[in-house]
Nanobody, 122 residues
Framework: QVQLVESGGGLVQAGGSLRLSCAAS????????MGWYRQAPGKQRELVAT???????NYADSVKGRFTISRDNAKNTVYLQMNSLKPEDTAVYYC????????????????WGQGTQVTVSS
């Protein structure tokens, strides 16, 4: 059993910064990739950034240069540093973990967090 818990969301003015955290807990052996997705009102969920256990990163064009994803493998935690925030960044941000291996399971699993609200005012 694995649980992902996000934190760090809130309300900021345009140009401000926030740092999101997501901690995975459970009998985890390893996690291949962790990432952040977001869903704005009336829109589909979209990829924001991902990072592998080896440190390879991928960013959506809309956030590249402003957001930085990082990961602490020992703590099974992923972070998203968001700078120069814009009103269009307003969304619920969801943490994702893929390729999760757990004790006493031969399968690879994927998990989602419950989301954290980020609101950027103009």
């Amino acid at each position: 059993q694995v649980q992902l818990v996000e934190s760090g969301g809130g309300l900021v003015q345009a140009g401000g910064s926030l740092r999101l955290s997501c901690a995975a807990s459970g009998s985890i052996i390893s996690i291949n990739a962790m990432g952040w997705y977001r869903q704005a009102p009336g829109k589909q969920r979209e990829l924001v950034a991902t990072i592998t256990s080896g440190g390879t990163t991928n960013y959506a064009d809309s956030v590249k240069g402003r957001f930085t994803i990082s990961r602490d493998n020992a703590k099974n935690t992923v972070y998203l540093q968001m700078n120069s925030l814009k009103p269009e960044d307003t969304a619920v941000y969801y943490c994702n973990a893929e390729g999760v291996r757990i004790r006493f399971s031969s399968f690879v699993h994927g998990y989602w967090g419950q989301g954290t609200q980020v609101t950027v005012s103009s």
